[in-house]
C-alpha cells in the first residue's frame, strides 16, 4: 500500500472548483434513464451517450474524476483505452465495483451490498486497466424501526472491507453510505439516521485499518423524506448536513463528495451552494450523477446533430456545480 500516492489522489480528487462525474449507471439502470428518450440500452448506444459527456470540450476544468461501469471501463474512445482516453484530458478514471444492495435477510426493508467475492482480483484488473479510484455505494432507508443496528453495522462492515482491499491495490475507496430519500421522515429523522450511519461507517473503517486520508466520503445530504409533508429549506438541509458531518466524520478525511441522489437538479445545485458557505474541516465538493446528466441527455436524445447542444448543457451544469461547490452562486 502507497500511502502517500493514496493521499496524493485523493486530494486531486476534491481539486479547488473539481468535483466527480457518477456515470457509473448498470445496463439496467441507464435504460430506465433512456426510457425518457425512447433509447434502447447496448453496449453501442452506452457508449456514444458516454462518448457524448466525456468528449465535451473543456469539462475538465470542472470534473477531476469519472466513476465509470464495468462495461464502461473496457469500451474505447478514438482508438484509446477508456482510462488512458480520459487520463490524456486529464481526468480520473474510477470504477463501481459493489454488485447492488439486496435484501437483508430477517430485516424487513433493509438492504446490504454485495460484491466483496473476488473483489481483490478484481482490484488488481481495475488498477492495470488505469483505474485511480473505486466506489462503493450502501443504502440506508428510514421507516418504522428502521435503520436498525445491525444493518447499520452490516454494512458499515462491508463498507471498510472493501475500502481496505482498494488501498492494498492503491486505488482510492469512495466510501458511499447513502441515507434515502425516500418516505415520509422529517428532516430530523434524517439528521439522526445520518449521524448514527456515519458514525458507523468510520467505526468500522478504523478498525479495519483504512488510511483516512487516502479515502473520499461520498454521503447523502441531510433532508425531508421526498414523500413528507414538511419540505426543509436549503439552508436547514445545509446546517443540519454539516452538524451531521462534525458529528460523525473525522477532520483528517480530506474530502466530501456529495451525492445528488433524489434531488431535482437546481435542488442539487441550490443546497450544494448553502452548504459551501458553512464549510468544515474537509473539501466539500460534488460526485453528481443525474444532477449533471438529466438535462444533456434529454437534448442529446441519442441524435448526433444534438451533441454540441448536449455538450453545451453538460458543460453548463458542471460549471453551475463547481461555483456552487466555490460558494459563488450569485
Not at 191 to 204: I, M
Not at 295 to 307: C, L, Q, R, S
Amino acid at each position: 500500500m502507497d500511502t502517500n500516492l493514496l493521499k496524493q489522489t485523493a486530494q486531486s480528487m476534491v481539486s479547488p472548483g473539481k468535483g466527480l462525474l457518477a456515470a457509473d449507471e448498470s445496463a439496467k439502470t441507464i435504460q430506465k434513464r433512456f426510457d425518457k428518450i425512447n433509447l434502447t440500452s447496448t453496449p453501442e448506444t452506452n457508449l456514444a451517450y458516454r462518448k457524448m459527456l466525456f468528449s465535451t470540450p473543456g469539462v475538465e476544468e470542472y470534473i477531476s474524476g469519472i466513476i465509470l461501469f464495468d462495461e464502461t471501463i473496457r469500451q474505447q474512445i478514438d482508438g484509446k483505452s477508456m482510462c488512458q482516453y480520459l487520463s490524456d484530458k486529464g481526468i480520473m478514471p474510477g470504477i463501481k465495483v459493489d454488485k447492488g444492495a439486496v435484501d437483508f435477510e430477517g430485516h424487513f426493508g433493509e438492504k446490504v451490498t454485495e460484491g466483496l467475492d473476488g473483489l481483490d482480483e478484481r482490484m488488481k484488473e481495475y488498477e492495470a486497466m488505469g483505474a485511480k479510484f473505486a466506489k462503493w455505494r450502501a443504502v440506508i432507508t428510514i421507516g418504522e424501526g428502521i435503520p436498525t443496528d445491525e444493518c447499520l453495522m452490516e454494512n458499515a462492515k462491508r463498507l471498510a472491507e472493501y475500502a481496505l482491499i482498494c488501498q492494498q491495490n492503491n486505488i482510492v475507496p469512495i466510501v458511499e453510505p447513502e441515507v434515502l430519500l425516500d418516505g415520509d421522515h422529517t428532516i430530523e429523522q434524517c439528521f439522526e439516521a445520518e449521524v448514527r450511519t456515519l458514525t458507523k461507517v468510520f467505526e468500522e473503517l478504523k478498525n479495519r485499518g483504512v488510511d483516512l486520508e487516502g479515502m473520499i466520503l461520498k454521503p447523502s445530504m441531510v433532508m425531508s423524506g421526498k414523500d413528507s409533508s414538511i419540505q426543509a429549506d436549503s439552508k436547514k438541509v445545509a446546517n443540519l448536513t454539516i452538524e451531521a458531518l462534525k458529528n460523525s466524520v473525522p477532520a483528517e478525511v480530506p474530502g466530501v463528495a456529495f451525492l445528488s441522489g433524489g434531488q431535482s437538479d437546481e435542488s442539487a445545485i441550490e443546497n450544494l451552494s448553502e452548504i459551501a458557505k458553512i464549510g468544515g474541516p474537509w473539501t466539500l465538493t460534488f460526485s453528481y450523477s443525474r444532477g449533471l446528466q438529466n438535462a444533456p441527455m434529454m437534448i442529446w436524445a441519442g441524435k448526433e446533430e444534438n451533441v454540441k447542444a448536449a455538450q453545451d448543457e453538460f458543460l453548463k451544469r458542471c460549471q453551475k456545480a463547481s461555483l456552487a461547490r466555490q460558494d459563488q452562486i450569485t
